[in-house]
């Protein structure tokens, strides 16, 4: 589990001191309408359409995380089956089988707890208890929570109850682990599935409760605390418990980051901005820093993965951010700005594969520390994509970093030999350079460096002896094909190309000597990002075929 999961657990501590004076919110806020219940739209609709259509089964098994609402539904599916204006789809609320089944005090609703009622005496007694109709309502509704928690006798007794099940009973179970339910109670009941609640749902309740209760909770700190829930609306209400008992009325941001022990935001900021720019050794040492201070790897992890996605959010359009913080939301605009949307889905793509290395790592802080290495080589490895793809690297944050590279990488490097293009006006040279300039500068970098011939419908680039580097990338079949079109497009009369080293011709399809592979930008650059040295040159396999 996440350590949001633990810092909940953990501060449960703190929380009792709330629960001594006031009622915790998760009680008092507890659903008394299916109406009231956020996040299970589709569960209350199937049991809703069941109650009105008469068609509501004899047993049901609710899965899903805790605090997502099981125990609530059942309790609700109990009034509505068995308020005085019932069955009907939403119970009333007010009737004396409402009222006491809300209180917990209905004779004809059984609530048991699997673990503790586990025994095959317990089974013995519910059996017992399952021979007589309810003493007033409807139905006799049995809830079993964390039904998979009892014993192999106890589910063989209770199977038989579920095979022939009299028409008053209702039994409704709930468990977190469904897997540990074995398959003969499961095809006896109707599944319904619990899902995690939205942190957009869970925001929103809490925003709301804020209000009726009267304390202070800003947009901020509400995702902050739904998010640290994970889904679970019980959990996001007890940290809700907790914050109240630790800051009183007023809960704001940095109160949440500081009881859920999570990073400050300028922090996490400047940390994505060091791995933007790929300055891996200053991001290593701010990561240390905040280690040390005590916060959780994983929730770092996380406070970087949504800054990253923020920065996205913030370039796609401010409004999907409305919650964040002024000064929070001036420090990811203006880090977003130094990188395009490209880039920022490349890096979250690259920083979510790192979750299982940080998350179920048998050392977390070493695979956070891993997973920041990775991001800080995203701009190398954009570089060598670059390269090797003839494409315009995207920009770096972090200025100095990102720039020095650029001017290193082969696009960038033949960007300013254009100005100076060999070719005449006019010339077929120049038609193609230009032709290729915009998307493929490194192949319009290849026609620069080349003596460009129209010979008998066919375009003939001759690079120089020194440039064989160039010329194995323009014979690569996708450059092929590139220069192939772009000849037929913009030379009349052409129709193909070929591409020729200097001193190359009849059999001079020799390896290069190897200084020259060296020398080569591309070789240079693969080599910075995958180390290794060049101990041979071999001519192109797909040549050596021909
Ligand atoms: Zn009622």
């Given at each position: 589990?996440?350590?949001?999961?633990?810092?909940?657990?953990?501060?449960?501590?703190?929380?009792?001191?709330?629960?001594?004076?006031?009622?915790?919110?998760?009680?008092?806020?507890?659903?008394?309408?299916?109406?009231?219940?956020?996040?299970?739209?589709?569960?209350?609709?199937?049991?809703?359409?069941?109650?009105?259509?008469?068609?509501?089964?004899?047993?049901?098994?609710?899965?899903?995380?805790?605090?997502?609402?099981?125990?609530?539904?059942?309790?609700?599916?109990?009034?509505?089956?068995?308020?005085?204006?019932?069955?009907?789809?939403?119970?009333?609320?007010?009737?004396?089988?409402?009222?006491?089944?809300?209180?917990?005090?209905?004779?004809?609703?059984?609530?048991?707890?699997?673990?503790?009622?586990?025994?095959?005496?317990?089974?013995?007694?519910?059996?017992?208890?399952?021979?007589?109709?309810?003493?007033?309502?409807?139905?006799?509704?049995?809830?079993?929570?964390?039904?998979?928690?009892?014993?192999?006798?106890?589910?063989?007794?209770?199977?038989?109850?579920?095979?022939?099940?009299?028409?008053?009973?209702?039994?409704?179970?709930?468990?977190?682990?469904?897997?540990?339910?074995?398959?003969?109670?499961?095809?006896?009941?109707?599944?319904?599935?619990?899902?995690?609640?939205?942190?957009?749902?869970?925001?929103?309740?809490?925003?709301?409760?804020?209000?009726?209760?009267?304390?202070?909770?800003?947009?901020?700190?509400?995702?902050?605390?739904?998010?640290?829930?994970?889904?679970?609306?019980?959990?996001?209400?007890?940290?809700?418990?907790?914050?109240?008992?630790?800051?009183?009325?007023?809960?704001?941001?940095?109160?949440?980051?500081?009881?859920?022990?999570?990073?400050?935001?300028?922090?996490?900021?400047?940390?994505?901005?060091l791995l933007a720019g790929g300055e891996a050794a200053d991001a290593l040492s701010l990561l240390r820093e905040e280690l040390a201070a005590g916060h959780d790897a994983v929730v770092l992890y996380h406070e970087v993965g949504h800054a990253l996605r923020r920065m996205l959010h913030l370039r796609l359009d401010p409004e999907l951010e409305p919650e964040l913080a002024n000064d929070n939301r001036e420090r990811l605009t203006e880090l977003a700005g130094k990188l395009d949307n490209t880039a920022l889905v490349r890096m979250l793509g690259l920083w979510v594969e790192q979750e299982p290395l940080v998350r179920d790592g048998a050392n977390r802080e070493l695979g956070l520390e891993v997973a920041c290495l990775r991001l800080a080589r995203w701009p190398v490895v954009r570089d060598l994509e670059a390269t090797l793809t003839g494409q315009p690297p995207s920009p770096a944050a972090g200025g100095g970093g990102g720039g020095r590279r650029r001017t290193t990488s082969g696009s960038a490097a033949a960007g300013d030999s254009r100005a100076d293009s060999p070719h005449p006006e006019g010339s077929a040279g120049r038609l193609l350079s230009e032709a290729l300039w915009e998307d493929r500068p490194r192949i319009a970098s290849a026609v620069d460096s080349a003596e460009v011939v129209c010979d008998d419908g066919v375009v003939r680039l001759v690079l120089p002896a020194d440039r064989t580097g160039l010329a194995d990338y323009a014979r690569t079949p996708e450059a092929m094909s590139v220069l192939n079109g772009t000849v037929e497009r913009v030379i009349p009369d052409c129709n193909g190309v070929v591409i020729e080293v200097e001193g190359e011709s009849g059999d001079g399809n020799g390896p290069l000597p190897l200084s020259q592979a060296t020398e080569d930008e591309g070789v240079r650059l693969v080599q910075r990002v995958l180390g290794g040295e060049v101990v041979a040159v071999r001519p192109d396999r797909r040549e050596a075929e021909r």
């Open positions: 589990m996440g350590s949001g999961r633990r810092s909940v657990g953990r501060l449960c501590i703190l929380g009792y001191h709330a629960c001594v004076t006031y009622q915790v919110l998760a009680r008092s806020w507890r659903p008394q309408r299916f109406a009231d219940l956020i996040g299970q739209d589709a569960v209350v609709k199937t049991l809703q359409n069941a109650l009105t259509g008469g068609t509501l089964g004899h047993a049901y098994l609710f899965s899903g995380l805790r605090g997502v609402g099981k125990t609530t539904v059942a309790r609700l599916l109990a009034k509505a089956v068995n308020c005085a204006e019932g069955p009907t789809a939403e119970p009333c609320d007010a009737c004396v089988a409402c009222r006491e089944i809300a209180a917990g005090s209905s004779l004809d609703v059984v609530e048991l707890d699997g673990a503790s009622n586990r025994g095959i005496d317990d089974v013995r007694e519910l059996r017992e208890l399952l021979r007589y109709r309810p003493s007033r309502d409807r139905y006799r509704v049995i809830i079993i929570d964390e039904v998979h928690m009892l014993t192999r006798e106890a589910f063989n007794a209770l199977l038989k109850s579920l095979e022939e099940p009299p028409p008053y009973i209702l039994f409704i179970f709930a468990t977190t682990e469904q897997h540990k339910v074995p398959a003969t109670i499961l095809s006896r009941c109707q599944q319904l599935e619990f899902r995690p609640v939205s942190t957009r749902l869970i925001t929103a309740h809490l925003a709301a409760i804020a209000e009726q209760e009267s304390f202070g909770l800003t947009p901020e700190a509400a995702t902050a605390v739904a998010r640290a829930a994970e889904g679970s609306v019980r959990d996001a209400l007890s940290l809700i418990d907790q914050l109240r008992a630790f800051s009183g009325d007023r809960i704001d941001g940095p109160a949440v980051a500081e009881v859920l022990g999570m990073p400050r935001a300028e922090q996490v900021a400047r940390l994505l901005e």
